[in-house]
């Protein structure tokens, strides 16, 4: 059989064969022409909204606050109002009511050109240490056996001539064994009175300590550290007063035998030896004609060093005069 024009050929095409093109199933409207999809399109991943508003345009509607957090707020406010209140109503009552802790005014501790004699009456302690509502002031000085601070000794000697002392000497559990002479070195207090009856309590208590410490306030004060700075409280009690040459002088007097008389090579000992001696040639003490805290400190370096042997003739001079006083001479028999 012949195949007609009409005959496969044209059911090939008919049924999409290779040689018919293939009608599109379904058209989609463009959503956007090229124009307008670059117009909107944002340069940026994610557009924010404007921040800057125009004149004139409405404001954006603000957050609501939370409740809680508005209470919060304000409880903060209330507690930083009273704390304010607070902090001045203790602001007022500092300046009505001395306490132990309070500073000194300078200006009235260098008045005069002549230092006072230890021989005037004794100082308010009240005035110096701060009224303690009638509570007896306690000194208590923790120092090494070893290198027993003299000057120390000789200060609680001549404070205990112008005020009633309560004197105690303890031992640390940090120290093996104290010299008997050191555990006595306060003598005997023969009579027992109460304690309210006493101006000023002094403790010492025998420690393993690298270097004296003193405190005057336990709960409160910071310690003193080194037997000339605890040397320089104690002679303050004195309530002598010195003009700013005179209290220069002793405290370069005080340092250099700390730091060169007791502290220092046998090169710089020889040297303070002959700045003494030249000042001693000048007046009986080291400054002025009154026995000061520089004299006291100087003396006991000497002595805990062992150079008052080899001393020159002027500061030989001057050793006899303070181991004439007798707060030095009780001091010299707990070396023996």
């Known amino acids: 059989m012949g195949e007609g024009a009409d005959g496969p050929a044209a059911a090939e095409r008919a049924c999409g064969g290779p040689g018919a093109a293939m009608p599109a199933m379904y058209k989609v409207r463009p959503l956007h022409s090229a124009a307008v999809l670059a117009e909107h399109l944002p340069s940026c991943m994610y557009p924010l909204p404007n921040l800057h508003r125009a004149p004139g345009t409405a404001a954006p509607p603000q957050e609501e606050v939370d409740p809680s957090l508005q209470a919060l707020e304000s409880r903060q406010e209330e507690i930083l109002k009273r704390l304010y209140e607070l902090k001045s109503a203790v602001d007022g009552l500092s300046k009505m009511i001395q306490t132990p802790d309070a500073d000194f005014d300078v200006t009235n501790i260098i008045q005069t050109d002549q230092s006072s004699p230890l021989s005037t009456n004794g100082a308010d302690l009240d005035l110096m240490l701060g009224k303690d509502y009638g509570a007896l002031k306690d000194v ?108 220069t002088l002793i405290d370069s007097w005080v340092d250099t035998a700390m730091l060169q008389l007791q502290g220092g090579s046998s090169k710089e000992r020889g040297a303070v030896l002959r700045s003494m001696n030249a000042a001693l040639g000048k007046s009986p003490w080291l400054v002025g004609t009154e026995l000061t805290l520089a004299d006291v400190v100087a003396w006991s370096a000497l002595q805990q060093t062992g150079a008052a042997s080899s001393a020159p003739a002027n500061v030989q001079k001057w050793i006899k005069s303070c181991e004439n006083l007798a707060p030095f001479s009780s001091v010299m028999k707990l070396l023996k």
């Open 140 to 247: 208590v000085i923790n120092a090494n056996p070893s290198l027993p601070p003299l000057s120390l000794l000789v200060i609680h000697s001549l404070l205990c001539e112008r005020y009633k002392i309560l004197s105690a000497v303890h031992t640390h559990s940090s120290v093996k064994s104290v010299p008997e002479n050191l555990l006595k070195c306060f003598g005997e207090q023969t009579k027992k009175q109460p304690r309210h009856e006493y101006q000023l309590g002094f403790t010492l208590i025998w420690k393993d300590v690298p270097k004296p410490q003193m405190k005057f306030s336990i709960q409160t004060m910071c310690p003193i550290e080194g037997e000339g700075n605890i040397a320089r409280f104690l002679f303050s009690l004195f309530g002598q007063k010195y003009n700013a040459v005179t209290s």
